[in-house]
């Protein structure tokens, strides 16, 4: 996994930095489309909007970065299965633990967030963010699982990574997410 995180961002400025990049873009996007552009009268318990959006936004993030990523691990490392003796399944758990290290890097910005909501008035985290070892706990083998069976159907199967793509992009808008 360290070597993994190492060559991700080998010669970067940013580094580790650019792991937040993209769900904070689409964080702010979403926010703006949603909040502003499609203003909807009642929210139900998802006001604001952004503290509601971060909370599932950066579990999916690890949990589709894992999968794809994931899915091509096997093939992309042919090389080293071939040559030595080597259990084929901690391939895909690279994916899937430098991907965790990407959401733990992330946790700070939703602590923040929240915490910055309770200051404004809005009744935000407490038992919930006390949950979150479990959840991540929870969180973990499913992700593993999914990474471990995408990447073993994807050695047969060519379009598995490709139907994933799909079907989690699918995923996203169809789940509460």
């Known amino acids: 996994v ?5 060559a ?3 010669g970067s400025v940013l580094g580790f930095f650019w792991s937040l990049v993209n ?8 926010t703006f489309v949603f909040s502003i552009v499609f203003k909807p009268d009642a929210r139900g318990g998802m006001s604001p909007y952004a503290l509601f959006l971060v ?13 794809l990523e994931g899915s ?3 093939i992309a490392n042919s ?5 030595a003796v080597f259990p084929a399944e901690l391939l895909p758990m690279v994916s899937v633990l430098s991907n965790l290290v990407h959401f733990l890097f992330a946790l700070p910005i939703m602590v923040v967030a929240l915490a910055a909501g309770r200051l404004l008035g809005y009744k935000v985290g407490g038992a919930s ?4 070892p479990a959840i991540l706990l929870l969180q973990l083998p ?6 471990l069976g995408a990447s073993a159907l994807t050695v047969h199967f060519k379009d598995v990574r490709d139907l994933l793509a799909n079907l989690l992009t699918l995923m996203f808008f169809l789940t509460p997410i």
Do not use: C, D, N, T
Request: charged share 15%; no cysteine.
């Open 2 to 6: 360290a070597r993994e995180l190492k």
């Open 8 to 10: 991700r961002y080998r």
């Open 23 to 30: 769900p904070l873009l689409l964080l702010a996007v979403y």
């Open 55 to 67: 909370s599932g936004l950066f579990p999916w993030i690890w949990l589709s970065a894992s999968a």
């Open 72 to 74: 091509m691990s096997l």
């Open 79 to 83: 090389g080293l299965i071939r040559k």
């Open 129 to 132: 963010l006390a949950a979150l």
């Open 142 to 147: 499913m992700v593993s699982g999914l990474a």
